[in-house]
């Protein structure tokens, strides 16, 4: 099993900054990919950006250029550094965590933490 823990979120004005780092735990084995997803109240969970293991980026059109997503593989940690942060980047953020094991891949989720921008 695998254990993922977010932290970081919080209440922000608009125009803030926050960081989200979340870690992984457990029979990590090899871990392809890391990211973050968010789910706003009333709204489909949508991807904000994703790291594979060698650095590879990706990131939803609605945050290039504000937020950046960054990795630790020795720490099995990835963290979300959002800037410039705007009222629909209010949700509760959630980390993925992507596993290959014997059987297959397999993804793991964390609780989440919210978000909130707010004036």
């Known amino acids: 099993q695998v254990q993922v823990v977010e932290s970081g979120g919080g209440l922000v004005q608009p125009g803030g900054s926050l960081r989200l780092s979340c870690a992984a735990s457990g029979s990590i084995g090899i871990i392809t990919a890391m990211g973050w997803y968010r789910q706003a109240s009333g709204k489909q969970r949508e991807l904000v950006g994703a790291i594979s293991f060698g650095g590879s980026t990706n990131y939803a059109d609605s945050v290039k250029g504000r937020f950046t997503i960054s990795r630790d593989n020795a720490k099995n940690t990835v963290y979300l550094q959002m800037n410039s942060l705007k009222l629909e980047d209010t949700a509760v953020y959630l980390c993925?965590?992507?596993?290959?094991?014997?059987?297959?891949?397999?993804?793991?989720w964390g609780q989440g933490t919210q978000v909130t921008v707010s004036s």
């Open positions: 993925n965590v992507r596993r290959l094991g014997a059987a297959g891949t397999r993804d793991y």
